[in-house]
Nanobody, 125 residues
Framework: QVQMVESGGGLVQAGGSLRLSCAASGRAFHSYTMAWFRQAPGKDREFVAGINWNGGNTSYTNSVKGRFTISRDHVKNSVYLQMTGLKPEDTAVYYC??????????????????WGQGTQVTVSS
């Protein structure tokens, strides 16, 4: 089992940057695909970025390509989302998710096994 806690959210002006962190507990963290999803009010939860078990493969939704970077640290059992060039449409609650096994990077939220509690990101115009 994997438990995750997100941090790093907040209020930022358009064009600014934030770095989200997801600290995971559990022995098999290194075996999971890790991903970030987001959910804005009244909208479905959407895939933002994902990274496979060894960090050799990453995937991003088109709207964040070139602005967001996902990474993971197996020593710290953590996954990160560096967000730059933030836009008001990036405003949402951001969730960390884990899927086993970690070879693929699914984009559908119902595939993922474990979820964090979410962290709010608000981008003002």
């Amino acid at each position: 089992q994997v438990q995750m806690v997100e941090s790093g959210g907040g209020l930022v002006q358009a064009g600014g940057s934030l770095r989200l962190s997801c600290a995971a507990s559990g022995r098999a963290f290194h075996s999971y695909t890790m991903a970030w999803f987001r959910q804005a009010p009244g909208k479905d939860r959407e895939f933002v970025a994902g990274i496979n078990w060894n960090g050799g493969n990453t995937s991003y939704t088109n709207s964040v390509k070139g602005r967001f970077t996902i990474s993971r640290d197996h020593v710290k059992n953590s996954v990160y989302l560096q967000m730059t060039g933030l836009k008001p449409e990036d405003t949402a609650v951001y969730y960390c998710a884990a899927d086993f096994p970690g070879s693929q990077i699914p984009v559908k939220p119902d595939v993922y096994d474990y979820w964090g509690q979410g962290t709010q990101v608000t981008v003002s115009s």
